[in-house]
């Protein structure tokens, strides 16, 4: 495995009775990046989490963290991650600093090594005079925040984030995400990161999209969108099917949400002022913007094509 390399997967698959549910998942990940998996619920992304941290063993196929074979030294493995799930690890009735100290001591950091660090990390969100508050008094944002913190006591090489914002409010998903911002910047963190805020993934250097658990490679975030489309023409219509007849000759089959569509369209293939003419009262509304992930991902995966189809 290249040094550069952070993470590597070569057919790395999992299999619940007959059910597979991540299928040969071949994965490259450069040190030092912000890596996105993206797909809906079920899709396999907490999965494969769990195989990549040793946490639950692969059916088939194999894993590299840091050039280290996951299977030869899962410990070794668990000292060079970082994990933020979902559901909280961290013991509600306890403050801040318990919390964190006691998981110091799971990964032999020293008092001194422990309250330095602690110190650092809880500075970063503006914590420290908190430090002796139980969990409980604190937001949900702020519970996050010490989550985060207990995941990289150890400065672990990869950090592995499982929909981390989940249930927080915009400003605390700032505040989240201007904390992993630094620790990739001041501590040159790998970051492994799934989500279904698509627009959070748009900051990752890569993603790529994972459904029934399939891998699907997708790129740096802003080519996706500059490959998808230079616009998208919303119309919200009473007979969506007769919009469809008119224009899906010009501009191709739309994406179709109730009477909401979405054409993918680039500017010279259209005068938006005659096309708004000739519409007329026919639509309720229309605009056109640019393309966001949001878009990659609905093109991808609820494209008339693909609609229904088994990939
Ligand atoms: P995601 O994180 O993308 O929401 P998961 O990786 O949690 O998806 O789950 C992928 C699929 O695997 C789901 O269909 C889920 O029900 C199934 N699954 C997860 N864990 C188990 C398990 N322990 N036993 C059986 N099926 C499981």
Known sequence: MPADLAIKAQGLTK??????????????????QFYGLLGPNGAGKSTTIHMLTTMTSATQGD???????????????????????????????????????????????SPSEADKRIDELLSVFGLQEKRKQKLVALS???????????????????LFLDEPTIGLDLPNRRSIWRFVDKLRRDEGMTVFLTTHYL???????HVDFIQLGH???GGAPSELITQLAEYILEIDADKPDDIINQLSPLFGAPI????????????????????????????????????????????RFCAPDTVGSEK
């Open 15 to 32: 299999q619940y009775g007959q059910t597979v549910v991540v299928n040969a998942l071949d994965l490259e990940i450069e040190a030092g």
């Open 63 to 109: 894993a590299w963290i840091a050039g280290q074979k996951i299977i030869d030294d899962p410990v070794a493995i668990r000292r060079t991650v970082g994990l933020v799930f979902q559901d909280s690890a961290l013991d509600r009735t306890m403050s801040i600093d318990d919390n964190l100290k006691f998981a110091a001591a799971l990964y032999n950091l």
């Open 140 to 158: 949900g944002g702020q519970r996050r925040a010490v989550d985060i913190a207990r995941g990289v006591l150890h400065k672990p090489k990869v």
């Open 199 to 205: 627009e959070e993934a748009a900051a990752c250097d």
């Open 215 to 217: 891998l699907e490679k």
């Open 256 to 299: 179709q949400e109730d009477q909401q569509l979405s054409f993918k369209i680039s500017a010279s293939d259209v005068d938006f002022f005659t096309l708004q003419q000739t519409l007329g009262d026919t639509v309720s509304s229309m605009q056109w913007r640019k393309p966001n992930l949001n878009d990659v991902y609905l093109w």
